[in-house]
């Protein structure tokens, strides 16, 4: 098995128009994709981001507000997955619930040492 | 032990809408019920968009109000309303209030919503979207109004609501009375939207009615509001429910009382039913109680000709002398005929058809031409059904009196007039 960064973007200009039913059924699609795709019975390990930080350049003289990305790049939450290819990486992420919003997710894998 | 984000129970997310929405308008005053709504609706999403990454917090309410609660003073903040700024960072560290702080907060914001100020139609849009946490569309789509039509009139139920500084607070003891009339009116109205039309996506429709119910139940867990009224009403909502799925074919189209598969009734509901009519000592000059004693008739008849109609047909009687109100007396009109024959019922029928009410109702011909054609006029049947088909608004109504006619026009041994 291969280790895989899935790093979600975007999806979110459609979720301030969804009804708390909406969201919940859509949260709870999020919950059982993370745990289907882990191999134990807990959601695959990761983390949802803030959408803004800092960005940190030449030795911590410069200093900025950042992701200074549009919102669609934001960056909102990794996972870590683990799979046996590239392949078989991405046709997991498929069933990923931001697509019914249009959000992407970029599959990485990492490298072995 | 904490559920991860998908094992939380149903409608969820609604229920905690209503509660934190009420809990932050008592707190900041109505005048912010607007900027309350979006900071739930945004501790929602954030809810939404970090809970799947872990196990949900051990107190999901207490996150979603604590985080909503933030938004709002940010909000506040934002508008530079200083006096919350110096005030409020301590009291948001307030604890959670108990489920009965909660309850009681929530039976205060149902009076605010059926104030009787505003238009029933601004008392149900109201209900549905605070305590009922469902979005505009989703309330256009259970009332099968336009988006657009909802929308509008939120904005003008809530100006209204804001411009009466609607208090959350119960009435006085004198008022109470009369002001739980007008709250077990709505509930009542809220019920029947979801309960009497069988188009429209039933799912919503149903929510509906468990909305109704949900908030009638929290009327009952108060002492001051738990009366022969509101019990009454529960009993008959837990009645009508039970026969929610059966008044529907499986191909949508709407199945009358006499050919509902009596087994496919929920036999829980009508026992609840059962249970909080027989709790009704004074029930002769309560509406509530005659139709639930109806109800209850129904619920126990193991079949539409066993059904005890004579008894059905007093009650309807008693509620018509109370009501006064033409519709009652239509609905009276088949148990009459059950009783009495289909001719008394049509002399029944006559007394009443001149009501403006009735004026253009497709029941009114549609219920003669039922009575004519037992009584073999079958001419005068088709010309009624043709004349309901007119009037007819509902697709699906229009439809089955297509249907009768064509049975009618096509009766084999149609007798002679």
């Given at each position: 098995m291969k280790q895989f960064l899935y790093l979600f973007r975007g999806g979110d200009e459609g979720y301030a128009e969804q009804s708390p039913e909406e969201m919940q059924a859509h949260m709870a699609r999020w919950g059982e994709w993370m745990t289907?795709?882990?191999?134990?019975?807990?959601?695959?390990?990761?983390?949802?981001?803030?959408?803004?930080?800092?960005?940190v350049a030449d030795g911590g003289n410069l200093i900025?507000?950042?992701?200074?990305?549009?919102?669609?790049?934001?960056?909102?939450?990794?996972?870590?997955?683990?799979?046996n290819d590239l392949d078989h990486a991405v046709e997991l992420s498929k069933e990923c619930p931001i697509f019914e919003f249009g959000g992407t997710v970029e599959v990485r894998e990492a490298i072995k040492m | 032990m904490p559920a991860n984000s998908f094992q939380l129970v149903d409608h969820f997310f609604r229920t905690e809408y209503s509660k934190a929405v009420t809990y932050l308008t008592s707190r900041f005053g109505t005048a912010h019920?607007?900027?309350?709504?979006d900071a739930v609706q945004e501790a929602l999403m954030k809810a939404m968009q970090t809970w799947p990454y872990q196990t949900t917090p051990d107190n999901p309410t207490g996150w979603i109000i604590r985080t909503a609660t933030n938004k709002l003073i940010d909000?506040?903040?934002?508008?530079?309303?200083?006096?919350?700024?110096?005030?409020?960072?301590?009291q948001a560290a307030s604890p959670q209030p108990s489920e009965e702080v909660f309850s009681d907060e929530l039976i205060k914001m149902i009076f605010a919503c059926c104030s009787p100020s505003l238009s029933i139609e601004h008392q149900l849009i109201l209900t549905l979207k605070?305590?009922?946490?469902?979005?505009?569309?989703?309330?256009?789509?259970?009332?099968?109004?336009?988006?657009?039509?909802?929308?509008?009139a939120y904005t003008r139920a809530k100006k209204k609501f804001k411009d009466q500084n609607l208090r959350l607070e119960l009435p006085v003891a004198d008022a109470l009375p009369i002001r739980l009339q007008a709250v077990t009116k709505a509930l009542y109205l809220l019920f029947n939207e979801g309960y009497k039309c069988t188009t429209g996506d039933q799912l919503i429709r149903k929510d509906l009615c468990e909305e109704a119910m949900r908030l009638n139940h929290l009327l009952l867990g108060h002492t001051q509001l738990n009366n022969e009224h509101t019990r009454a009403l529960m009993a008959l909502m837990h009645y009508q429910v039970a026969?929610?799925?059966?008044?529907?074919?499986?191909?949508?189209?709407?199945v009358s009382l006499r050919d509902q598969n009596r087994e496919s009734w929920d036999h829980q509901h009508i026992q609840l039913g059962d249970r909080y009519l027989a709790?009704?000592?004074?029930?002769?000059?309560?509406e509530y109680f005659l139709q639930a004693a109806i109800a209850g008739i129904h619920s126990?008849?193991?079949?539409?000709?066993?059904?005890?109609?004579?008894?059905?047909?007093?009650?309807?009687?008693?509620?018509?002398?109370?009501?006064?109100?033409?519709?009652?007396?239509?609905?009276?009109?088949?148990?009459?005929?059950?009783?009495?024959?289909?001719?008394?019922?049509?002399?029944?029928?006559?007394k009443l058809e001149d009501a403006p009410i009735l004026n253009g109702n497709y029941l009114v011909p549609a219920t003669k031409s039922e009575l004519y054609e037992r009584v073999g006029e079958i001419k005068k049947a088709i010309s009624e059904a043709e004349m309901a088909l007119k009037f007819a608004v509902n697709k699906r109504d229009k439809l089955f009196l297509t249907k009768k006619i064509f049975k009618l026009v096509n009766r084999p041994t149609s007798k002679p007039m």
């Open positions: 289907k795709i882990s191999n134990t019975d807990q959601p695959v390990p990761g983390l949802p981001l803030h959408e803004s930080g800092k960005v900025t507000d950042g992701p200074f990305t549009e919102g669609k790049e934001i960056v909102g939450g990794y996972v870590l997955v683990e799979a | 019920l607007e900027a309350a709504e909000h506040l903040r934002r508008q530079q309303k200083v006096y919350y700024a110096t005030k409020l960072p301590e605070i305590l009922g946490g469902l979005s505009i569309r989703e309330i256009a789509a259970a009332l099968l109004k336009k988006e657009e039509t909802i929308a509008k026969r929610f799925e059966a008044r529907v074919s499986a191909d949508g189209n709407p709790t009704i000592k004074h029930g002769q000059s309560n126990r008849a193991t079949s539409y000709s066993s059904t005890n109609w004579a008894h059905i047909y007093q009650l309807y009687q008693k509620l018509y002398q109370l009501t006064q109100n033409p519709i009652i007396g239509l609905n009276s009109i088949i148990p009459c005929a059950e009783v009495y024959g289909p001719k008394q019922a049509l002399i029944e029928l006559k």
